[in-house]
């Protein structure tokens, strides 16, 4: 099920940039490569794949791929150290992540054994809330395995998402990649997904009121970790300012529902795990707006040891 205004341009907060770019191309290009690969190479061996294809990216795109450094380089965190990765590693590490997701979103086309193996820890949190009766809110870390990590690892254990999502997502913002291109991508992701809600950020009301609808339910709703908003919250983060959209917390301060956090990531022994923490607890709050600062400073602190 897919509540999706993406027929409907009136509704979506802007419209695409260019009807293609380059990166198009090389999507298009690279899908059937990709494609092969998660569908016949042992997902225990991605990792060595994903970074072998990295490496090839930052040799045929040097400019990109320099920038890029720079831009993770500047996200990078910690004490100054002779054994911090440089900027190009780190780089070339969140490529390959990143294509990695791509191959655990495409296996789930495949129509035989599609479920890679995602470990759900902390499940016991989901029921315990659920038992409460006002609803689920799983606040999903933007990891680069998750989201598609997270959906694989709850529907797997049983449990059913209403994820908010945009129009953007899966490989593209042009008007070709909406249209073309990003289908290929929520379609899959539909596989793990009670129903996917669309946001329109210029009036993100009618996505908002559909996932409360949902919470009333005692459902559980899913939404990513991210910056953007008309209005983010700010809190510490190590010696930096962590700036997060507040639609989570606004929610669960709103409705009751639980607020779970999760991180989504591969443990040392290279299995991907999704861990749901215990609830933010918002209950001393009676108004909203302390409520959500108090979620999201909350939210800082659980993410630092990730």
């Known amino acids: 099920m897919s509540a999706d205004p993406a027929n409907n341009p009136e509704q979506l907060h802007d419209k695409p940039t260019a009807l293609f770019s380059i990166s198009d191309i090389g999507v298009v290009i690279g899908l059937p490569i990709l494609t092969t690969i998660s569908w016949l190479v042992p997902s225990s061996c991605w990792p060595r794949v994903c970074g072998f294809i990295s490496g090839l990216a930052m040799v ?12 993770i380089e500047s996200w990078a965190l910690g004490t100054e150290s002779d054994e911090k990765p440089s900027a190009r590693a780190l780089a070339r590490a969140a490529m390959a992540v990143e294509i990695e997701r791509s191959l655990l979103m495409l296996r789930l086309h495949r129509p035989f054994k ?3 193996n995602v470990t759900l820890v902390g499940a016991e949190h989901i029921d315990a809330a659920l038992k409460k009766g006002k609803g689920v809110i799983i606040w999903d870390s933007h990891f680069a395995l998750a989201s598609t990590g997270t959906k694989i690892a ?12 945009n129009i953007y997502h899966g490989y593209s913002s042009t008007s070709f ?15 793990a997904l009670a129903e996917r809600v669309v946001v329109a950020y210029v009036n993100p009301r009618p996505a908002l009121d559909a996932l409360r609808a949902r919470l009333e339910e005692n459902s559980i709703v899913s939404i990513v970790v991210r910056s953007e908003a008309s209005r983010v919250v700010t809190t510490p983060f190590f ?14 301060a709103k409705t009751g529902a639980e607020l779970l956090p999760v991180f989504t990531v591969r443990d040392k022994s290279g299995n991907v795990v999704t861990t749901v923490e215990a609830p933010i607890d918002l209950s001393a709050y009676e108004e909203n707006r302390p409520a959500v600062q108090a979620a999201v400073d909350a939210y800082g602190k659980r993410l630092e040891p990730w």
């Open 60 to 71: 045929f795109q040097p400019d990109r791929w320099g920038e890029r450094a720079k831009i």
């Open 114 to 116: 599609r479920w890679r």
């Open 154 to 165: 709850l529907v797997c254990s049983g449990y059913g998402l209403h994820h908010l999502s």
């Open 177 to 191: 990649g909406i249209k073309a291109l990003n289908p290929i991508w929520v379609a899959a992701e539909m596989k």
């Open 239 to 252: 010696d930096v300012t962590l700036a997060l959209a507040p639609g989570a917390p606004v929610l669960a």
